[in-house]
C-alpha cells in the first residue's frame, strides 16, 4: 500500500503500479521526456581501436587529457601511440587535477590553447580527466570565460554557440559514468564550492568502454567509485517522474527531465550488475567478470542518471567534499586532503532513502530487492534500502559516516547551507526538502553503524 502523506496524493500509473508524490501537483503536467547518449563501444581491447575511430571523423591532430595517476598506468600513451597508424598526431596532457578545480580546468585550457590547435581531445581516465577534457573541447570552441558556462548561480549558465570538436571518453575507473553525460563538475575554489557545467553539446560523441583499463585501479577507488554507480542508479530510480514536473516548452528542457521509462531501465540494469559484483571487483580486482560488470554498469547509470538526475546523496556530497578539512583517503593522492565523490555521495545515502522511503516506496523496495536479493530484511520498510546499504558499505570498507571524514555537529549549518545551493539536484527529489530535513539527514548520518 501506497500511503499517501498530507500534502501528498498518488499517480496511478497503470494496474498495479503506483507512484506517490507528495509534491504539489502541476497545474498542466508534462507529458514529454528526453533521452541522449552517446555511441559506446564496449569490451576487451576497445581503447586499441581509438586511432580508427577518430580517422574517421578526419582527425589529424588529438589530444589525450589524462592525471598523473592513470598516466602512470601507461593506458594514455597506448591510446596515444595507436593513433599514428591512421595519421594522427597526438599528444599527451597529465596535469589533470583529480577532482578539477577552476584553476587545474584554466591550466588544461591554456596548454590546449599553446600547444593546439587541435581536431579533436580524448579524456583518458576518472571522471577528472574525462570532465577536464569536456571543459578543454568547450573553451577550445567557444568564446569567453569558464565562468560564463559555469551554472547559476556560481556562473552564467551561458550555452556554447558553436559546435564542440569530437570527444571521446575512455573511462578508467568504474563509478562516473562521465562518458556518457552532457555535465563537467568541478569546484570553484575562492567561493569553496562544487558546481558544474552542463549542457548537451558537452556529451562525449564517443564513449570507449574497455574493462581491461580498470584491472590497475585500486581497492579503495573501486570502492569509492562504485559507491557513485550505485547511487547514480538508485537516485534516479527514485527520482521524481518526470510526469510530475510542470509543462516545458522546447527552450526550457534540461538534460535531467525526472525518473523516466528509459533511464529506469538503465538504473535497474545496473543495480543487478552491482548485487553481482561490487564487493568482487573490489576485494578481488582481478576477476575480469566483476571488473567487466563493474565496467557497463557505471556506463548503464550514466546513461540513466545523466537523463533522469539524481537528488540527496549527490546534493549533500558537494559541501561534503568541498569543506573538507584533513582526510586523506586510501589510495588517493596523498599531497592533499579529500573526501572523493563517490565517498562523499554514499555517506548519507541510507538517511536520504529512509527519509525519501513515504515518497515511493515501492520503487525503495525493488532497488533493495535488486540490490541485496534474498537478504535478511528488517522488519520496518523503510530500513529495507538503507540496511543493503549499509551492509555493503561495510563490506567494502566505506568509512562509517560523516564524522569519519572530520566533520562534527557543529558543522551541520555549513553543510546544510551547501546543500541547499544545489537546487537544480533538491529539484529531483521526490518529496519537497527544506533545510531542517537536510539537517536531519546530516545529524543522522555523523554515525551510520
Ligand atoms: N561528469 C559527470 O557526469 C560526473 C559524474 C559523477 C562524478 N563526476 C566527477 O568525477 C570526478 C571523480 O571521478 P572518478 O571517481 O572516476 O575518479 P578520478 O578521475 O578522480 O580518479 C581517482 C583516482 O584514481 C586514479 N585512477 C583512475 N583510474 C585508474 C586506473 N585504472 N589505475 C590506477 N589508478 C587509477 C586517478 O589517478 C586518481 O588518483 C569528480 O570530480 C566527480 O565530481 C563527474
Ligand atoms: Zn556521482
Redesign the pocket.
Known sequence: MVPATRAGRVLRLRKGRTVATNLPGPTNPETIFTYGSPLVKFGFGAAEEIGFDLAQYGVRRALVVT????A??G?PHRVADQMAKFGIEAHVYDG?H???TDTSLEAAIAHARESGPWDAFVGV???????TA?AVNLMLTNPGELMDYINPPVGKGAAPVNPLKPLVAV???T????E???????DVLALKV?T?ISHARLRPTLAVVDPR??????AG?TA??GM?ILC?ALESYTARSYRTFEHKTPQQRVPYCGSNPISDMWSEKAMRLLATSFRTAVLHGEDEQARADMAIAATFA?MGF?NAGVHIPHANAYPI?GRVRDFHPK???EHEPMV???MSVALTAPEAFRFTFDAAPDRHLQAAEMLAPGADRPAKDAEILPSAIVALMRDIEIPNGVAAVGYTDGDIPDLVDGTMKQQRLLATCPKPVNEDDIAAIFARSMELW
Do not use: M, N, W
Open positions: 592525471d598523473r595517476g592513470v602512470a598506468t593506458a589533470v583529480v577532482e578539477p581516465g576518472g571522471g577528472s580527466s574525462i570532465d569536456k573511462p578508467t575507473t563509478g562516473t559514468g562521465a556518457s553525460t552532457t555535465v563537467c563538475v568541478l562544487k558544474g583499463l580498470t584491472f590497475t585501479q585500486p577507488v569509492s567509485a557513485d547514480h550514466g545523466g567534499a589510495d588517493y593522492p572523493p565523490h563517490g
